[in-house]
């Protein structure tokens, strides 16, 4: 059983310098705070007829906060910085404006990167929605799978591409993308790719583009790093910040405390068999460490699948796939699942493993409790 420890929750400290309290803290109850107002509606903005009947379609009448501020200053050709926390709609924020961008200029090419290969397949597959029926293009350019259909649709022609930054490097060193041609450039989770180490590349397809690109920042923390690249690339830019706290207000969290003599994975499955565990994603630090979990809860008896960055593509949109339809209960993942996905109706998150940092924790519990959602957040404490 887990309990809050918020009496003792002074005393948790990690060597890594983590406070265990920042685990523990009540969900708002829903409708507490008061409704977003937006200004705009969908069928408001300045944009293309077809596009907004596309929008409609969707389901999308009123903007989310980041979708509400930032659309009119992209539609301005402003340059942006987005700042909002996780499964706030940056995606539409960004896609709707500059969709309408290549409508009114066909020649105009728009670059997207993001940091994992995951959150590039879902951003093409939002693509296709907002652009069905416009003959407009895009390009999906991730590693982990071969080049070659990338290679093919480069050169059938596009308007779009989305990549991450290793295999967009990789083509434009090979004379397969002209950085020159695109006047649009989009970096989409950007605190994550300095994270995992991009920044060298993050610069250099920066450098190659346009004089004058517009260029959108979206990301959920500012860091001195970021400050940085903000100052060399980005001209007189708006910032749009709509994060109201550092974790979701629909979250509950709290720790499960693991004592000496007792099996952390007799406390897992514990959890695991109670009918509120419906759709679980669970966290661990390393991909031989979940594997190995993985395994065990199948042995167990439980529908598991399993993502983290050696696994083929194709295999781990399988695992996502049939978690996503609830054809299985749980996905353990490392951290490359933690940013960006949007898989709905997860009932709980648990971290199995303590995350490396705060950070990494805002951004694995941010996969619960999304819209209107209130969801639960465990954290395993030795």
Known sequence: MYRNFSRQKKYFK????????KFICKAEPIGESLPYIPNNKFEDFNINSALKLNILKKGYVNPTPIQDQAIPYILQSRD??????????KTAAFLIPLLNKIISNPREKVLIIVPTRELAIQINQEFFDFSRNMKIFSVCCVGGVSAYNQIAGLRRGYNIIIGTPGRLKDLVDRKLINLS???SIVLDEADRMLDMGFVNDMRFLMQNMQKNKQTLFFMATVTRELDKLIKEF????????VKTRET???????IVR??????KLDSLHNLLIKKEFSKVLIFGRTKHGVEKLCQTLVKKGFKAE???GDKPQNKRQKSLKLFRENQSQILVATDVAARGLDIPNVSHVINYDVPENYEDYVHRIGRTGRGNQVGVALTFIN
């Open 80 to 89: 942006v910085i987005g700042i909002a926390n996780t499964g706030t709609g």
């Open 234 to 241: 980005l001209n007189n830019p708006k910032e749009v910040k």
């Open 248 to 254: 979701s207000k629909n979250v509950d969290q709290d």
């Open 258 to 263: 693991v004592g000496s003599g007792q099996d």
């Open 14 to 21: 990690r060597s890594n310098n983590i406070d265990f309290s």
């Open 306 to 308: 399993l993502i983290h």
């Open 181 to 183: 041609c695109f006047g």
